[in-house]
């Protein structure tokens, strides 16, 4: 069960952190949700050669525009720098608003159980897979438009959930669980390529579908009962992909959308905003 304060809380943020950093001439112009598991989108200024994101290189379009977001553990301060070919340099720094998150103490339960041999033997080419597809980098435009739910219902559990096992911290929750029947279609958030999919289930994640967006941005369909589409396919926002399944580690049918920009987690509510009928 989720705690629907923290859930208003999260779709209050939304509206609230969401800014516009001053524009033209010699600046960034920004816009987005700066807070942790956010994603801003801005606009070097003319001129830019180089971009970096807290010291490290990341791309810009033809047109200078450009993606960031912020881990779900990201610290309070961040930086944007830009190049230009003139050797001017313009720095833009960012406050990273913290969160809280829904926190679950367990101090009677280990923090994993033992796992299994098979577990053991097939999980290192798992992650393989999924490190290889992460580093793969496509064309795809997704990036720059609003994302739209792959599916909608009830929300299960929030993005950032972790639980404290007699007093050691479990893995948080990377993305957001949507309850469903198997077999309701899921639908792309955004244009994408695909980028990993499953032939067969893997251990944790079941059936596991990846869509590259562009710039880094990735998505994750877990648990799915089917995939409908293939390694390399270019996919429209809209399209159908796969359906809602329990396959993996799941206790029941539904959804598991996590999203990730360049290793950083992001919160699915802070890319596609308020769920609704018409998503």
Excluded: C
Aim: aromatic fraction near 8%; glycine fraction near 10%.
């Amino acid at each position: 069960m989720i705690d629907r304060r923290r859930f208003a809380a999260a779709m209050l943020a939304t509206t609230l952190v969401a800014r516009t950093a001053r524009a033209g001439g010699d600046a960034f112009a920004l816009d987005g949700s700066f807070e942790q598991g956010g994603i801003a989108r801005g606009q070097v200024p003319p001129g830019t050669t180089e971009l970096q994101f807290n010291g490290q290189p990341i791309p810009f379009a033809a047109d200078r525009r450009f993606l960031i977001a912020f881990d779900r553990d990201a610290v309070p301060a961040a930086a944007l720098e830009a190049k230009g070919k003139d050797g001017r340099t313009v720095r833009e720094d960012l406050q990273i608003a913290p969160r809280e998150w829904n926190i679950s103490r367990l101090d009677q339960l280990p923090k994993y159980p033992v796992p299994s041999a098979e577990f053991e033997a097939r999980r290192p080419a798992e992650l393989a897979r999924i490190k290889a597809a992460r580093a793969l980098q496509t064309p795809a435009e997704g990036w720059r438009q609003r994302f739209a739910w792959p599916a909608t219902g009830r929300i299960s559990t929030l993005f950032g959930s972790q639980r404290i096992y007699a007093g050691e911290p479990g893995a948080y929750h990377s993305g957001i669980d949507i309850a469903l029947p198997t077999g309701t279609p899921v639908r792309a958030p955004a244009d994408g390529v695909v980028i990993l999919a499953a032939e067969a289930p893997f251990t944790l994640e079941g059936n596991l579908l990846m869509l590259d967006h562009g710039m880094g941005l990735s998505s994750a369909f877990l648990h799915l009962s089917r995939i409908d589409v293939h390694e390399g396919e270019a996919v429209r926002q809209g399209q159908p992909i796969g359906a809602v399944g329990a396959t993996g580690r799941a206790t029941g049918p539904h959804l598991h959308w996590g999203i990730m920009w360049r290793g950083a987690r992001i919160d699915p509510l802070l890319v596609a905003g308020a769920m609704s009928a018409a998503d």
